[in-house]
């Protein structure tokens, strides 16, 4: 392939309007960057537009923070010409590189003709562009690549030095260098970087948060007219009880261009400030960026100084621009009295400033526009959204309101029961408070189309129940799925009653509890950390690799841990590694029908096939993470084993995992099955050594009974040399008549008389013992080398 020169165009690359936020930044230093946690605001990622080749295409990958998910919102990118231009965007799960060329490996998720708006002028394609946002979401840790392509004009990207290094990242994602091309999936070359920007949003706070705190925010929404000025002041007031920390502001501009901005506070509140910025504090925050796509301007993170707001206090803002971009409301209210409020912080109407860079002029009740965003120390309230799908049949008579609010009030009916006796949703009430909040019923025929009755007067509906639960932070959201899962059968018999006859038409639970035996690990069980790592990684990436078809991974689970030195040795030393069994419950769900589906089969497959790079991502996990427990994993094998049959739950009808609890952390399978075979060995030994000790000391009474009667053996000097010799061994050393005379016949290595005895003893040692030494290790599983992919 051959990249095109912007020489031998016409048109120059001249400034673009809107820099990027950022630019190439040092490789060596991105390579050493942490990721650290993110608020739930949207975020925005360039990477240069200092392109000189253009060309038909370009791939490139996304990598998100371990700690957190992301979903891309919008992706922009500029072109050799202006105007009319075809845009399709594909994209899929994992790295790009060696799917360059296949066509079959993507998703194609945008084909749109836009208005290219030519060199150093972004073109953006937005959320509304895209078909469908699950496709472009990077769960926590992983990767995503994206292929943009033009038609009608040519893309400009950059040469850069190597190829799969990361070229830009903030806090929350890296994008990496990737791949020109010249046709559909085809002339490639590399390494080349795209010129673009990303907007995307973080959908979670932290695989590790900190225990007990709580990322919150409180937004005024408002009917009230809004004006644009420089800047507005109002007080921020602590209603916690316990210590809140200001973490940053989004806010509404009227602008896409770059705006400069200034953050200042003063305790006690504004009206200590109004007249001159000398009682101020110096700047929070200050700088230059660009508004997302929306218009809003976000502040956090690195670029904003955190504010501890104790129980009462209450804390002065003032907010401004360089410009008169930002917007407030006018409201009604008097200046000082809340304007919005929640459980743990109250904003007061303030003014809006007409001046910069001194505020001089004010304007009385004005509301701030936007939102807070704050740490609580209390626990998080998050919410899950479950979905049960019915077929319902109800009588003509009934409006679909009435059916919907007959399975709301039904289901809603039937929870406080399942919450009461079924063992799975008890153990989540009682560790993450979870509870039913609301239930929303919608007709939802999906791709099956409407269906149909054949009873007289009556109708037929596909009913989607969705069931909002909120809970402690924690909760895996998978584990609660699946809990559902196992009582969909009750809530069904709950609802089909009366006049109402229903069935369940959803997803069905799947479970797989299996071993996964590490080699190579630290002498050492998981601690807390290292089993989350363990289970998100592993989670991961069995929902890449496991699913298929109507097949999804819901959670991972440790359930046991057995840990076994290296080498078959018990006494464990400082720096040995070792093998251990985890035993893990991998759940997940199904949409029947699914012939010939076998999970156990399906999971353990996925961890031991040849071309399985599960061992690669544990690693990496390790070096993202900084948790060493899984950085020298030398080989992982699994093996399946059938969990205990199904039973009805205490309350009856739901299935639920036998007696074994999912917290319970102790021996592994391995272990027991170790127990038993130990036991019966030790049996066996006793049995035989009773055996062997009975026949010799008969054979000691019928050789003394045999001296008795034969007298001429007295006269025997060797038998008499021997039967002495014999004695006062065990008189004097007390050791076995064997080590004693092979002692005995190695310092007498020469004599005649000594290799008769050696011969003699040698006879008698195999009545006394014929076992072998086993060798060491010889009962340890070997493994068959993996061949790693990507």
Known sequence: MCDLSLQNFVTPLYIMKNPPLLIHRNLE???????????????????????????????????????????????????????????????????????????????????????CLGPGIETVLNENMFMD???????????????????????????TASFDEVYAEDSHIQILEGTGLD??????????????????????????????????????????????????????TSLATG???????????????????????????????????????????????????????????????????????????????????????????????TYVMNDDISVSVGVGVGT?????????????YGRILYMSNDSCDLESTIPYHFVVHYPKDWSATDVSSEIEFRVKTVFPDLMATDINLMVLYQKYKLDLQKVVPTEDNGDLGPCTTTK?????????????????????????????????????????????????????????????????????RMGAEEIELFEHTTKLYLKEHAESGKVEVLAVEVQLQNLAAAGGSLRKLVGDTSTIDITTIVTGKHRPPSPGLNFDD???????????????????????????YFSSVEEIRALSVR????????????????????????????????????????????????FLYRKRRQEQKRFKLNMEVDSDDEDDPLFIDIFKSNRSVKEDSKVPPKSAFSKKAEEEDSSEVSDIIRRSMNTASTNVSDETPLAKGGNRRSFRKKRGSN
């Open 456 to 524: 007289a007067n009556y109708r037929c509906a596909r009913i989607k129940a969705d069931l909002f639960f909120s809970h402690s932070d924690g909760a895996d959201e998978g584990i609660i799925e699946f809990a559902l899962l196992q009582n969909a059968e009750r809530v069904k018999q709950s609802l089909s009653l009366g006049d109402l006859e229903v069935y369940y038409a959803g997803d069905e639970p799947l479970d797989s509890r299996l071993v996964i035996t590490l080699s190579g690990v630290p002498n050492k």
């Open 643 to 690: 969990t205990m049959s199904p039973t009805e739950s205490p309350g009856g009808g739901a299935l639920a995992y036998g007696e074994f609890d999912l917290g319970e952390k102790g021996l592994g399978l391995v272990a027991n099955i170790g127990i038993i075979i130990g036991a019966a060995l030790f049996t066996f030994a006793v049995v035989f050594g009773t």
């Open 29 to 115: 230093a991105s390579k050493s960057r942490h990721l650290h946690s993110s608020d739930t605001l949207m975020h925005q990622l360039a990477t240069t537009f200092d392109g000189t080749v253009a060309n038909n295409g370009v791939m490139f990958d996304i990598r998100s923070s371990p700690l957190l998910s992301v979903t891309i919102r919008s992706l922009s990118f500029h072109t050799v010409t202006k105007g009319a231009c075809d845009v399709e965007v594909y994209t899929k799960k994992k790295k790009h590189v060696y799917f360059e060329a296949v066509p079959s490996a993507w998703t194609e998720v945008l084909i749109e003709n836009v208005e």
């Open 602 to 628: 399906l999971i353990e497959d996925s961890v031991n096939s040849e071309d399985s790079t599960f061992k690669e991502e544990l690693i990496q996990s390790t070096t993202e993470s900084g948790i060493e």
């Open 183 to 236: 046709s559909y999936f085809g002339g490639y070359s590399s390494p080349r970087m795209w010129n673009g920007r990303v907007s995307y949003s973080a959908v979670t706070n932290s695989m590790h948060p900190t225990s007990g705190s709580c990322a919150r925010n409180i937004q005024t929404e408002s009917t009230e007219s809004k004006n644009t000025n420089f800047g507005i002041m109002f007080d921020v």
């Open 243 to 337: 210590v809140l920390t200001i973490q940053g502001v989004a806010l509404p501009t009227d602008t896409l261009n770059e705006v400069q901005y200034k953050i200042f506070t003063i305790p006690d509140g504004f009206q200590f400030g109004k007249g001159s910025m000398l009682p101020w504090n110096a700047p929070i925050a200050e700088g230059s960026r660009k508004p997302e796509p929306s218009g809003i301007l976000a502040i956090s993170d690195e670029i904003f100084q955190n504010i501890r707001l104790t129980p009462g206090k209450t804390q002065g803002f003032y907010i401004t621009l360089t410009s008169k971009n930002l917007l407030y409301h006018t409201t009604t209210l008097s200046v000082g009295s």
């Open 356 to 368: 910069y860079p001194q505020a001089e002029t004010f304007y009385n009740s004005r509301g701030f």
């Open 133 to 159: 946002m699950h496709d472009l979401e990077i769960e926590k840790g992983a990767e995503r690549a994206f292929y943009i392509r033009v038609s009608g004009t040519d893309m400009i990207y950059s040469n």
